[in-house]
């Protein structure tokens, strides 16, 4: 658990968690402070310019790395169907996932019939597999789950390696758009549209690569992006200055701007909703293992909810159902109403039987403005 936010926070007994996974959050929670924390102190300096040799190591790898496939030592391989790469160059959650639901209803519109390529991430099973409503997310990830529970008709191959994966889904599905999800680091594979998602609370990784900052690549690599979508633009910095510096990184790609609607309210495991707005004034407990937990908590104050306590956890966090009652036995302790949670983290709760009926979870939508004409603009490409 990374925070444990509300009256009872610096309560020892509120909420407990295994040790492996305390230290890593305490160290992360750490980390992400050493880096942002502004002015710095001495310590905190010193500190900084050790991780910047490391990110002085960090690129010279990737660079090594990356000019081997402009060198054309290493190979880019090409399917013969029409691929676009959601991906990002920050560490964290951008919206991929939401992003690329959105992009395969809009192929899935038009008549492309979409497939989608996922990693899988922290999946048990490694050969590659076909995600469905009905597998666990501990065989293929929690992301293809969600997508596929999300997107039925729309097939979620997973594989570490998409080309392979890819060939996979061509020979079983025949799909005439392939999207390859978080891909703009993947370079085994060509891809069409290369869409990169730019996530307005730190758009450009503070500055630096890892460890000393939050970038996956150099920015200037931005420049192989062909079109630009800024994610949360109504929580971060003003969106006038993201757009001056990606036009200065990449003057060519367009920039289309999104935001994060919370869309509607769903009872655990159900498919009863119920909308937002009858859960404002009510006693509200929330927690969230995503890559970005605090978007989580900003939309539902958006959306005029006011949790009184809100539990943070890693992105992808595997909870008990140990922990699970523990939640539960913390809101019955704080007498809320509702205990709300995100569809992510929904599909990491499988096999879990509430003792009451208070879980209910989040539905958050990715709304890109201007959307037709974003659509027109993606389809013209593949």
Request: proline letters at 6%; one cysteine or more.
């Amino acid at each position: 658990m990374i925070d444990d936010q509300g009256p009872m926070a610096n309560s020892p007994q509120v909420f407990r968690q295994s040790i492996p996974w305390k230290v890593k959050v305490f160290l992360l929670k750490r980390y992400k402070r050493l880096l942002t924390t502004s002015p710095p102190h001495f310590s905190t300096f010193i500190l900084r310019s050790l991780l910047a040799l490391g990110s002085y190591l960090y690129r010279l790898i990737f660079q090594g790395w990356f000019f081997l496939y402009r060198a054309g030592i290493f190979k880019s391989k090409k399917l013969p169907c029409k691929v676009i790469s959601v991906g990002n160059i920050t560490v964290g959650g951008t919206g991929k996932t939401p992003a690329v639901e959105t992009i395969a209803r809009m192929c899935a519109a038009a008549g492309r019939s979409p497939v989608i390529l996922s990693r899988g991430y922290g999946r048990q099973q490694k050969s590659i597999c076909i995600g469905s409503a009905k597998t666990s997310f501990r065989e293929v990830g929690d992301e293809p789950i969600l997508l596929a529970r999300k997107l039925r008709g729309i097939p979620v191959v997973v594989g570490q390696d998409r080309f392979e994966a890819g060939l996979e889904a061509l020979q079983t599905f025949r799909p005439q758009v392939l999207i390859l999800d978080d891909g703009f680091q993947h370079l085994r594979l060509e891809r069409d549209l290369d869409l990169v998602l730019i996530d307005a609370t730190d758009p450009f990784g503070q500055g630096h690569l890892l460890p000393r900052g939050f970038l996956r690549e150099p920015l200037e690599n931005l420049s192989r992006a062909d079109l630009f979508l800024i994610t949360r633009s109504d929580e971060g910095k003003p969106l006038e200055e993201i757009r001056q510096t990606l036009r200065a990184l990449n003057p060519e790609a367009p920039i289309w701007v999104s935001g994060h609607l919370f869309y509607t309210v769903r009872k655990f495991q159900d498919s009863l909703e119920i909308s937002p707005s009858s859960l404002s004034n009510k006693k509200i407990l929330a927690f969230a293992g995503i890559g970005n937990p605090q978007s989580f908590l900003s939309s539902l104050r958006k959306a005029g909810l006011s949790p009184i306590h809100f539990l943070e956890f890693p992105d992808h966090y595997p909870y008990s159902r140990e922990e699970l009652k523990r939640i539960e036995d913390l809101a019955l302790k704080l007498q809320v109403e509702y205990i709300l949670t995100t569809e992510k983290d929904e599909v990491r709760m499988e096999g879990f039987k509430p003792r009451t009926d208070k879980f209910y979870t989040g539905v958050i939508r990715l709304e890109i403005f201007q959307a037709e004409e974003f659509q027109r603009f993606l389809l013209s490409k593949v």
